[in-house]
């Protein structure tokens, strides 16, 4: 299963364990990872699940498609480069050890 690391804001990280084919969003509310709003639940209909992937990471994701980029002009905090809306990354063997920041506020 792979393991997704998340940093908060104030520098804590805090490591969860999914199964492949599960979005890092549902991984991050199962776990209960304070942060991760995901008011739509995962439809990329909302801004509310939305991370910062650490750099080294970025080439291993699927791009984002339209919609997705579309709803990052709607982030409560800065958008980045580097912003994705978690609800739209798989999690595979491939993304095993991915690190995410969280922003400051989801709304």
Not at 13 to 18: F, G, Y
Not at 74 to 98: F, M, N, V, W, Y
């Amino acid at each position: 299963m792979p393991q997704i690391i998340f940093i908060h804001p104030d520098g804590r990280e805090q490591s969860v364990q999914a199964a492949e084919g599960t979005s890092v969003m549902q991984a991050a509310t199962g776990a209960g990872i304070a942060g991760i709003v995901a008011e739509c639940g995962g439809s990329a209909m909302c801004a509310t699940c939305h991370v910062y992937v650490e750099p080294a990471w970025l080439q291993r994701l699927e791009p984002p498609l339209a919609n997705e980029l579309e709803m990052l002009e709607c982030t409560a905090d800065e958008r980045r480069p580097e912003s994705r809306l978690s609800c739209q990354i798989k999690l595979g063997a491939a993304l095993d050890g991915l690190v995410l920041r969280l922003p400051e506020r989801q709304q």
